[in-house]
């Protein structure tokens, strides 16, 4: 498999930046500036899949 094509797809996964980020907090012990990164990327995702989901799911009302 070609390790470019690998690269990308686990810099596009939400939880590979969640990992990082509990790891820089328990291991720093402290506010960093990658563990705000990590974490502004796992928000991002949070609420692109929010609003995705809003805007495709419609409500059933009888």
Do not use: C, D, K, Q
């Not at 790891?23 to 506010?31: I, K, R, V, Y």
């Not at 995702?45 to 799911?57: C, E, H, K, Q, T």
Request: overall charge negative.
């Amino acid at each position: 498999m070609n390790p470019a094509l690998i690269w990308a797809t686990i810099v596009t996964m939400p939880l590979s930046y969640a990992v990082e980020a509990m790891e820089e907090g328990t291991s720093a012990g402290e506010f960093t500036a990658g563990l705000a990164t990590n974490m502004g990327v796992v928000l991002g995702f949070v609420l692109l899949a929010l609003s995705l989901g809003a805007a495709i799911l419609r409500r059933r009302n009888p």
